[in-house]
């Protein structure tokens, strides 16, 4: 008994250690199978902070300029779906999606714990921006994010507006108290409107958010849960995303990922969340991120109640840039770059890169 379960321990670490050294992001290949000349598909470590992080860096051609993409959580990568979702980028730029400190396959970095600061991560962000300017050979690139990843965009681009053509937050975080409260008071009304009781209890007990504590995951998925249930998966219209869009499903099947890495996105979900998503508490762009010195695009689903419009939109107003634009996609909701990708790509190639790339 002890000898097999000594062989079944050492095939499941033959398993995870061999996925490991597997993982890889497939080649960019034209008519003939071939990779394409001139085409970068690499996984790469790369030291940030101190720490080492991982990047995915695709494009049909090195010389495109280069798109940086920061992911919602935190503590959460969405690789899978911008990689299933928005290759059409790569025919444009060269784009490099970023596992932050803490997520996916730099869920290592998550220590020191005392280093996952917002402070840290627009740290993080700048550096990475300095490595790719000299890596591509670009003065500037392009600053992408979504829901979280548009909190430390627009920190970043307050502080070092001259590395950036442009910024695009996409479902723009402004106020995440305020937002989060708007969410809580949304659900428990429509709960009691449907007389569901049992939830409108659960949610009385837990009383309305910031939730703080060891573990604020869990009164925050039970709220988001609930919310994501009633309000953005019925309002889903595109087939293609209400069939492959579960984030969870893409990660079990993306090849940059082996099983080590899979365990480690699960445990940044709850992990990471629990550090930093208690500093966002105090947080209001409206007050203190009125003014970017660089093009702005505000991207918003119309239905969208994960970030509902009313506060974005209102810092859209208030926002001074050079130029700005504020886009509803209004058949989408919190992930809106994936349920309306063709508009999206055009969003970026047609107005965005057309307008700032000089």
Sequence with gaps: MILLLAVIIVLLATIVIGSQWTAHTPAITGADGKPLPGSIAALEKVKLGGVDQWLIVRGQDVHKPVLLFLSGGPGASEAARVLRFNSELEQHFVVVIWEQRGCGKSYPALNPKAALTVDQYVADLIELTDLLRGRFD???????????????????????????HAYVGTSQMVDVQETDQMIYDMVLEHSRQSGDAKFVATLEKQGPPPYFGK???????????????????????DPEYRRDGDILMLMLKQPEYGWLDRIYYLLGLMNTFNVVYPQ?????FRQDATRLALPAYIVLGRHDMNNPSQIPEEYFNLLEAPSKQLVFFENSGHGMIWEEADKFHSLMVDTVLAETYR
Excluded: C
């Design 138 to 164: 670009e003065q500037k690139i392009y600053l992408v994010g979504h829901s979280w990843g548009t909190i430390i965009g627009v920190r970043a681009a307050q502080q070092r507006p001259d590395l950036f």
């Design 215 to 237: 573990s604020p995951i869990q009164p925050y998925a039970t709220l988001f849960g609930r919310e994501y249930a009633l309000f953005e998966a019925p309002n889903i219209k």
């Design 280 to 284: 966002l508490q105090e947080m209001d």
